[in-house]
């Protein structure tokens, strides 16, 4: 079937398709994957049983027709709520960002998040639908496993200091491509972020005891504080102080 008969019956599928939300209950299905779809103001209209669960509630009612900013403890909530009006002034789509999730519990969760806007007919933004789904056990069946394993080590032990890419290469006898490929596949993350996720997690433990932000900052292998500061928030959503201060409440 050629392109334009594949867009054909499209068209003609969805034309047929009572409830352009059909996905709703599949992705009910999915414990570890948040699922919705917000309006132009950023409210959910749609969401999953997951997302449901996350944010401590017990009916999808609680949500619906609510931002981030009125569901999410500051200011978590206000951090994602700017996220949302980003894509819906027409910024570029948020594809597998890690970000690291403070559950109601308190329990942090490492998830991918993607977002990406909903257009109309003419084009113009209605909306926005997004997934974040929680980081995967790492595949110790791949064949290439334990040469990445050596590499993923090198992080855990060094990450500390500079890890430049061709060095963790070497320590997988690998190429920098080669890497890149096997970190995907079995981590399902690139060799960076885990990086950056081996780091923060080292700070959001240290971020619960007596360290100034600057010597954590230090420890965790950034060169001054304001870059762990931008590289915290761009993770988590907010500056290490103020998830300081939501954790030790």
Same mark, same amino acid.
């Given at each position: 079937?050629?392109?334009?008969?594949?867009?054909? %019956?499209? $068209? @003609?599928? !969805?034309?047929?398709? =009572? +409830?352009?939300?059909?996905?709703?209950?599949?992705?009910?299905?999915? #414990?570890?994957?948040?699922?919705?779809?917000?309006?132009?103001?950023?409210?959910?209209?749609?969401?999953?049983?997951?997302?449901?669960?996350?944010?401590?509630?017990?009916?999808?009612?609680?949500?619906?027709?609510?931002?981030?900013?009125?569901?999410?403890?500051?200011?978590?909530?206000?951090?994602?709520?700017?996220?949302?009006? %980003?894509? $819906? @002034?027409? !910024?570029a789509e948020i =594809? +597998?960002?890690?970000?690291?999730?403070?559950?109601?519990?308190?329990? #942090?969760?490492?998830?991918?998040?993607?977002?990406?806007?909903?257009?109309?007919?003419?084009?113009?933004?209605?909306?926005?639908?997004?997934?974040?789904?929680?980081?995967?056990?790492?595949?110790?069946?791949?064949?290439?496993?334990?040469?990445?394993?050596?590499?993923a080590r090198l992080?855990?032990?060094?990450?500390?200091?500079?890890?430049? $890419?061709?060095?963790?290469?070497?320590? =997988?006898?690998?190429?920098?491509?080669?890497?890149?490929?096997?970190?995907?596949?079995?981590?399902?993350?690139?060799?960076?972020?885990?990086?950056?996720?081996?780091?923060?997690?080292?700070?959001?433990?240290?971020?619960?005891?007596?360290?100034?932000?600057?010597?954590?900052?230090?420890?965790?292998?950034?060169?001054?504080?304001?870059?762990?500061?931008?590289?915290?928030?761009?993770?988590?959503?907010?500056?290490?102080?103020?998830?300081?201060?939501?954790?030790?409440?």
């Amino acid at each position: 079937m050629d392109t334009a008969k594949r867009g054909g %019956a499209r $068209l @003609a599928l !969805g034309a047929h398709i =009572a +409830d352009v939300f059909f996905a709703e209950p599949l992705f009910d299905a999915l #414990p570890d994957v948040v699922f919705f779809v917000k309006d132009a103001q950023g409210r959910y209209v749609v969401v999953n049983q997951t997302l449901v669960k996350r944010c401590g509630l017990k009916h999808k009612d609680a949500l619906l027709g609510r931002t981030s900013a009125e569901v999410f403890a500051r200011p978590f909530g206000q951090s994602y709520l700017a996220q949302d009006e %980003a894509v $819906l @002034a027409g !910024g570029a789509e948020i =594809a +597998d960002q890690l970000e690291l999730h403070l559950y109601p519990n308190r329990d #942090p969760g490492w998830c991918l998040t993607r977002k990406t806007a909903l257009r109309d007919a003419s084009g113009a933004i209605v909306g926005l639908t997004g997934i974040s789904r929680d980081l995967a056990m790492e595949d110790r069946k791949n064949s290439a496993y334990h040469k990445v394993a050596a590499a993923a080590r090198l992080i855990q032990e060094r990450y500390d200091q500079p890890l430049p $890419l061709p060095e963790l290469a070497r320590t =997988a006898n690998m190429s920098v491509a080669q890497l890149e490929r096997y970190f995907l596949r079995i981590y399902q993350l690139t060799p960076r972020q885990v990086i950056i996720k081996t780091r923060l997690d080292a700070a959001s433990r240290m971020l619960a005891g007596e360290a100034s932000v600057a010597d954590i900052a230090l420890a965790c292998g950034y060169g001054d504080h304001s870059a762990f500061t931008r590289q915290f928030r761009a993770t988590v959503g907010v500056t290490p102080t103020q998830y300081r201060r939501v954790t030790l409440r």
